[in-house]
């Protein structure tokens, strides 16, 4: 257990329609990222927020956005879904910044499938 | 960031040490090698990372050439639980994107 915890685990939804993932970061961690893994893309990096201010944004779609709240938990919102929306949604989270390495902890998913 | 290449599969007999090997040739001087992996379709796992010095823990050993162009990641007693994709990575600082490539394969056969 990775201490980030992502719901729903599974879901379906059709077209067009508007969905929310959630993520609760370990305690204690301020950085929050999130990844898409579809099957011919792989992992890729999506967006990051650091203590409620977004950080670094990667490939992510103008119908996705995404907030980090005061108690540091994220949601990613994905609108107008369309097909090739469906894969894993993955969150990951560090406890800080800067110099120096340091790990990240994944969450075990959101399986988002769009019919 | 510093791109890398690692195999695309490799196989290793269960008990056995497994040797990931990773290049990372443009890596800079204050960028981390990183070593993730993902057991179908799970979450990403870290598994260990290092800067210059070689470096053990609980999971495995990671081994990085003086140059620091490559590493290698050693599984010392491969498990069936140890099949996974094997990511290595190189990042700047911590908090950084990780960007995955495609990673290694690596198949534990009983």
């Known amino acids: 257990d990775s201490g980030v915890t992502q719901t729903p685990k599974h879901l379906i939804t059709a077209t067009g329609q508007r969905v929310t993932l959630r993520c609760s970061p370990r305690?204690?961690?301020?950085?929050v990222y999130w990844y898409q893994q579809s099957l011919d893309q792989g992992l890729q990096f999506l967006i990051q927020?650091?203590?409620?201010?977004?950080?670094a944004k990667g490939n992510i779609l103008e119908r996705f956005s995404a907030q980090q709240f005061p108690d540091l938990h994220s949601e990613l919102n994905l609108s107008s879904l369309e097909l090739g929306d469906s894969a894993l949604y993955f969150c990951?989270?560090?406890?800080?910044?800067?110099?120096?390495?340091?790990?990240?902890?994944f969450g075990q998913g959101t399986r988002l499938t769009v019919v | 960031d510093a791109k890398t290449t690692q195999p695309t599969s490799m196989d290793c007999a269960e008990g056995r040490a497994a040797n990931l090997p990773c290049n990372h040739s443009?890596?800079?001087?204050?960028?981390?090698v990183y070593w993730y992996r993902q057991i179908h379709s799970q979450g990403p796992q870290y598994i260990i990372h290092?800067?210059?010095n070689n470096e053990t823990n609980e999971m495995a050993s990671l081994i990085i050439t003086e140059d620091r162009k490559s590493s290698t990641l050693i599984l010392p007693h491969a498990t069936l639980r140890d099949t996974a994709v094997y990511y290595c990575?190189?990042?700047?600082?911590?908090?950084?994107?990780?960007?995955f490539g495609e990673g290694t394969q690596l198949t534990v056969n009983p």
């Open positions: 990951a989270s560090s406890v800080r910044i800067g110099p120096g390495g340091t790990e990240a902890f």
């Open positions: 305690s204690g961690d301020l950085s």
């Open positions: 927020y650091y203590n409620g201010e977004e950080r």
């Open positions: 443009t890596i800079s001087g204050n960028e981390y």
């Open positions: 290092g800067l210059k």
């Open positions: 990575i190189v990042g700047e600082t911590s908090g950084s994107r990780l960007t």
